[in-house]
């Protein structure tokens, strides 16, 4: 198969992480025949300085027509001053919302290699950690009304929150859909105790739920929720959630599997055409030096060839080339533990290249 791939590098640690997914692609489609075309664009705090803009045109442009996006990280303390409307996250919320993708999946999945690098406590762990955020992307407070006025002699600011039946029902489809290939099992989660968008959020989620009656729905407050996770992570399976409370509860979920480093994440639409990337920042303390985990933007790599190309066992291959390596006890520093060997962002991808190449 011929694939065009649009490449965002971003900021920070991005380029690093980047390029060893690039290397990965490279021998996957080595190996099966395929052919990977990037068209590499600016976007972000880079874009900023060499466009004045974060998101220019021409990579707008490109994300729209091609097979899919792989993107590192944007952002960094260098661009905290720009003004609100050019930072660079505008640049990744500008392409989530151009290109319609509004269920974001986040797994939470604990490598049993990296039990000891999870914060919680082990008997904990050895319940088991497998679970699946899905993140509604493109509404709610994210993409509201906000501005900041004076009013009686004092800066005030305002951001709204809205959410439409039609932005609710479709993100509950995807989390039902994706619950049947797993356990059958939704945790919705909101704040219906106090807010209106949750309401309707709980209404909505109510009346899927009929369309499926092979799946349990339960409802959950966002608070409990981000206590439950570190309580008792296996009692969930597919939890769904509004834009930001996703963004936050993915941070927590990711992290007690171990390193934020490790985790992938898909973006969708109703078409096949995504953005991937790894779920954590810029880093920009580390950028540059060789010790970022390149683990996260590899298996994005590889959820993309799975969920936008259909290729499943190029997928897989990938997915077990890290295994392997983390079988072999090469970490970087993120996931670090007593007894492992450290490896830079760059001999790390040599590793699980090294395992794609021994199949
Ligand atoms: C994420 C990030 C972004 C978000 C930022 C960079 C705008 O935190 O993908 O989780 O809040 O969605
Ligand atoms: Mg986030």
């Given at each position: 198969m011929n694939k065009t791939i649009t490449i965002i590098k971003g900021d920070g640690i991005g380029p690093e992480i980047?390029?060893?997914?690039?290397?990965?692609?490279?021998?996957?489609?080595?190996?099966?025949?395929?052919?990977?075309?990037?068209?590499?664009?600016?976007?972000?705090?880079?874009?900023?300085?060499?466009?004045?803009?974060?998101?220019?045109?021409?990579?707008?442009?490109?994300?729209?027509?091609?097979?899919?996006?792989?993107?590192?990280?944007?952002?960094?303390?260098?661009?905290?001053?720009v003004e609100p409307a050019r930072r660079p996250e505008k640049a990744l919320l500008g392409i989530r919302k151009e290109m319609g993708l509004y269920s974001n999946l986040r797994p939470a999945k604990i490598f049993p290699q990296l039990a000891d690098a999870s914060p919680l406590k082990p008997f904990i762990v050895a319940e088991g950690i497998d679970f699946i955020i899905v993140r509604e992307l493109i509404g709610g407070i994210y993409f509201g009304k906000r501005r900041t006025e004076e009013l009686d002699g004092q800066l005030v600011a305002n951001d709204e929150m809205t959410y439409s039946e039609g932005e609710i029902r479709r993100i509950a489809r995807v989390a039902f859909n994706t619950a049947r290939k797993r356990s059958g099992r939704v945790i919705s989660v909101d704040k219906a105790n106090v807010l209106d968008t949750s309401r309707l959020w709980r209404k909505v989620m109510n009346e899927v739920a009929e369309e499926y009656p092979d799946v349990t729905l339960e409802h959950m407050l966002?608070?409990?929720?981000?206590?439950?996770?570190?309580?008792?992570?296996?009692?969930?399976?597919?939890?769904?959630?509004?834009?930001?409370?996703?963004?936050?509860?993915?941070?927590?979920?990711?992290?007690?599997t171990g390193s934020i480093g490790m985790i992938p994440s898909s973006s969708l639409g109703d078409g096949?055409?995504?953005?991937?990337?790894?779920?954590?920042?810029?880093?920009?303390?580390?950028?540059?030096?060789?010790?970022?985990?390149?683990?996260?933007?590899?298996?994005?790599?590889?959820?993309?060839?799975?969920?936008?190309?259909?290729?499943?066992?190029?997928s897989a291959a990938i997915e077990a080339a890290v295994e392997a390596t983390l079988n072999d006890g090469y970490r970087t520093g993120d996931c670090m533990s007593e007894g492992m060997i450290r490896l830079g962002c760059v001999e790390m991808g040599d590793q699980i290249i090294a395992h794609l190449k021994k199949r």
């Open positions: 980047v390029t060893q997914a690039m290397r990965v692609l490279d021998v996957v489609a080595q190996q099966y025949g395929h052919t990977f075309t990037y068209q590499e664009v600016a976007a972000g705090g880079n874009a900023i300085d060499q466009y004045g803009v974060p998101l220019p045109e021409e990579s707008l442009a490109k994300c729209l027509n091609c097979d899919s996006v792989l993107l590192g990280a944007v952002g960094g303390p260098k661009w905290d001053n966002v608070d409990n929720c981000a206590m439950q996770i570190v309580k008792k992570p296996s009692q969930f399976d597919v939890v769904v959630t509004e834009n930001m409370f996703g963004d936050i509860l993915s941070d927590e979920a990711s992290m007690i096949t055409r995504g953005l991937y990337e790894p779920i954590h920042g810029s880093a920009p303390d580390i950028a540059g030096q060789n010790l970022a985990n390149p683990i996260g933007t590899i298996l994005a790599a590889a959820m993309m060839l799975k969920y936008s190309f259909d290729m499943d066992e190029e």
